[in-house]
């Protein structure tokens, strides 16, 4: 089974930028497609960003033109890259396909604040 690695997280200014990673332990390319995910404390875990094998995307409303996913099925990775991040970004952040598999990684803490 793919297991994924997420990395890229930390403090940010709001206004500012993080890219996330992702690596998983075997070929994404078999899987349709990749999503990031979030989740805030105290809410659910949410999908903001997901990308098919074809390269095209789907966006939350939310991060609709701030965040920028990617995907590099030769080097089975994943990217986030977010902009103008706002303190409500806030939140552990998860790499997993769509519909997600059972198992989860131990995500990357993305904290905006001033």
């Known amino acids: 089974q793919v297991q994924f690695v997420e990395s890229g997280g930390g403090l940010v200014q709001p206004g500012g930028s993080l890219r996330l990673s992702c690596a998983a332990s075997?070929?994404?390319?078999?899987?349709?497609?990749m999503g990031w995910y979030r989740q805030a404390p105290g809410k659910q875990r949410e999908l903001v960003a997901g990308i098919r094998n074809s390269a095209n995307t789907n966006y939350a409303d939310s991060v609709k033109g701030r965040f920028t996913i990617s995907r590099d099925n030769a080097k089975n990775t994943v990217y986030l890259q977010m902009n103008t991040l706002k303190p409500e970004d806030t939140a552990v952040y998860y790499c997993n396909a769509f519909p997600p598999r059972d198992f989860w990684g131990q995500g990357t803490q993305v904290t905006v604040s001033s």
């Open positions: 075997g070929k994404i390319s078999s899987i349709f497609v």
